[in-house]
């Protein structure tokens, strides 16, 4: 599990390698990822947006930027977490992401980053 903490916001990723599949352009790899948005501050933290940044083994950087994550903007209260998985297509069977998460403390309205770490997406036959 890979872990980052920006102003006492923890955010946990745990991968998962899911399947490869012909999209009828190519061989694609599917990948879960799992995410815990832990909130270690006295006050509420509401999640705005989102800025992902994907790369594939086989292929250029994407970009992919929108409101919240997986359709919500969800508010985490003081020392609780918030937890969703969602997942991503690849060309080559390995890749990363990282990215940031806009983030608004709801007591002062003071917005502020998060990082998403770096990690890895590595389909299972293609690991050491």
């Not at 955010?11 to 799992?34: A, H, M, P």
């Not at 083994?57 to 998985?85: C, D, H, M, T």
């Not at 990363?96 to 917005?111: A, F, I, P, Q, W």
Request: net charge negative; aromatic share 12%.
């Amino acid at each position: 599990m890979i872990q980052q903490i920006t102003e006492g916001i923890k955010i946990s990723v745990q991968t998962n390698f899911e399947c490869s599949y012909f999209d009828g352009k190519g061989l694609r790899f599917g990948f879960n990822y799992f995410i815990e948005i832990e909130n270690n501050n006295p006050h509420p933290v509401q999640l705005i947006s989102r800025k992902w940044t994907i790369l594939d083994a086989l292929n250029e950087n994407e970009i992919v930027k929108g409101e919240g994550v997986v359709g919500k903007q969800p508010i985490i209260q003081p020392f609780e977490s918030y937890r969703y998985n969602s997942g991503c297509a690849l060309q080559g069977p390995m890749g990363c992401m990282k990215g940031v998460y806009n983030m608004l403390r709801l007591s002062d309205n003071h917005e502020f980053e998060v990082t998403i770490p770096n990690f890895r997406l590595c389909a299972d036959f293609a690991q050491n």
